[in-house]
């Protein structure tokens, strides 16, 4: 019986590398939500578009960079599950874009993101 459960275990498994949310947070033009799919294993497991846009250049403005992450994101993936925003998620999201870079840095592209509604 054990035998019998290890193939659709390892199966499972290996799908759940492909497994991805995507957060972006609800403003006055749009829903929010958040997305589970199945994608490429080259974002984050709780993404964002925030995460894709932090280490723009100064002079590039961010807000093109927020919508073609989204696009790109809806466009490479095959949802499985559209949630409501996830708060939860979104925190995920925050603190995985900012693992690891210049805090200070950082802090400045979130408030500009912010300004947004991202």
């Known amino acids: 019986?054990?035998?019998?459960?290890?193939?659709?275990?390892l199966v499972l498994a290996f799908a759940a590398l492909f497994l991805r949310s995507y957060t972006v947070p609800p403003a006055p033009d749009r829903r929010g939500g958040t997305v589970v799919s199945l994608n490429w294993p080259n974002r984050p497991l709780f993404g964002s578009a925030r995460g894709d846009c932090i280490d723009l250049p100064e002079d590039q403005p961010v807000i093109g960079c927020l919508i073609a992450s989204v696009a790109r994101s809806r466009q490479d993936g095959?949802?499985?599950?559209?949630?409501?925003?996830?708060?939860?998620c979104y925190g995920l999201s925050?603190?995985?874009?900012?693992?690891?870079?210049?805090?200070a840095s950082t802090r400045a592209r979130l408030t500009e993101i912010g300004r947004f509604g991202w």
Not at 1 to 8: D, E, K, S, Y
Not at 78 to 88: D, E, Y
Not at 94 to 103: K, S, V, Y
């Open 1 to 9: 019986m054990l035998r019998a459960l290890i193939l659709p275990a």
């Open 78 to 88: 095959i949802p499985l599950l559209q949630l409501g925003f996830c708060a939860t």
């Open 94 to 103: 925050q603190r995985l874009a900012t693992l690891g870079r210049d805090e």
